[in-house]
């Protein structure tokens, strides 16, 4: 199916350069524009088809209504992936929002899903259990704080925020799409550590265990590293890329 992938938001729940904050990376960003990191925010066209795949920067949100986004996935309840969510209530045609019954409950969406009837519209999914939009889309769970889905949408394209590596179900579920296009945590970058998401390391485990054609790196804290050092950690894989916001990636 043709379309693209475009990264509106590759940053971690502080973004890139975070407040207050003078490390390398977030100098490097004040410096240089193009290396700032807003919160997780996804836009998937296929095959004629536009979504959202999570909403955690206000501005990426805005960029998307220019055009005409009808659906929204949501991954978990964490704000850096829901931050934007408020601006839906201004859209002049529906919206529909899937995410699990365990989002929808959150202290952050039940709210805004009971006030905003009339313009959003939510619709609960479940692991594994595929639905279409009309494009088909396998929510897979992943390995967070929360309980978190991660998507597979037409065995295309996935979206694996937030995570350390992937339950066995879900890795298997996932080698079987063969997806063109995987979006990958890499929250930890460079550092050795990592809680509740993956580190360069880990990443690329996942990327080897299920050989997307074009891994994207993403969801990347201020301290996982420089751009440039984590673009030469990964240089001599090619189908392995660091996404920027407004990254864009070709299906076909």
Known sequence: ???HVEILGSGAAEMTPAFNCHCEACEEARREHRLRRRCACVLVELDGSRLLIDVGSPEAVVEAGEKEVKTLLL????VDHL???????????????YCSNHVLNSYYVWPFAAKNRDVVEFNTVEAFKTFKVPVAITPIPLNHSVPTLGFIIENAVAYLLDTVN?????????REAKVQVMLVDATYGLREDYVNHNNLSLALELVRKTEPTIAVLTHIAHYAGRF??????VEELSWVKIALDHSTFTLT
């Open 75 to 78: 991954s978990h309840e964490h």
């Open 83 to 97: 931050a934007g969510l408020n601006l839906l209530k201004w859209s002049s045609t529906k919206v529909n929002v």
């Open 166 to 174: 992937l339950p066995e179900d879900s890795l298997k579920r996932l």
């Open 228 to 233: 440039k050092e984590l673009k030469r950690a």
């Open 1 to 3: 199916m043709p379309g």
